[in-house]
């Protein structure tokens, strides 16, 4: 039974075509309402962080998770906009191949190097995802330890 599981889902797995993790914004319009998206999305999360302080009983666990989540989702969204603004100057052929994978030619300068680096965007987006676990872990935890 368990051999023939994993027998389909890698037969599955062999027939599924490639999906790059890309996101091409055509047109300008595309890339401004992706822009102002990152704004509005930082707004309510500060707008959250303000309110999850001002909470009774903000001082339990999960509610520090849960800032933590806010701070780290934050962060992510700060660099994501600075990454989608800096692609503004560079131009389109020196980062993306034809393939949608990501890669920098030319010569290098701290445009490309720092585009290069804002790029690893997960070391921000992880964290906030975990905190968002531990805090609806917490909050379960919690509401069972009432009963």
């Not at 009774?56 to 849960?66: C, I, S, T, V």
């Not at 890669?103 to 490309?112: A, E, F, H, V």
């Not at 921000?124 to 379960?140: D, E, G, H, N």
């Amino acid at each position: 039974m368990l051999f023939g599981r994993i027998f389909l889902v890698s037969l599955l797995g062999l027939l599924i075509s490639p999906a790059w993790a890309t996101q091409p914004h055509f047109c300008p319009e595309g890339l401004y309402i992706h822009l102002m998206a990152h704004v509005i999305f930082g707004g309510a999360l500060l707008l959250m962080f303000y309110w999850s302080r001002r909470l009774p009983g903000k001082e339990a666990r999960p509610w520090f998770y849960l800032r933590l989540t806010f701070f780290f989702f934050f962060l992510w969204n700060i660099d994501a906009l600075a990454v989608h603004l800096l692609e503004l100057y560079l131009s389109t052929n020196t980062y993306y191949s034809a393939s949608f994978q990501s890669t920098i030619s030319g010569p290098l300068n701290w445009k490309y190097l720092l585009y290069y680096f804002l790029r690893f965007d997960h070391l921000f987006c992880v964290p906030a995802m975990y905190f968002l676990w531990k805090s609806l872990q917490s909050f379960v935890q919690e509401e069972y330890a009432e009963f």
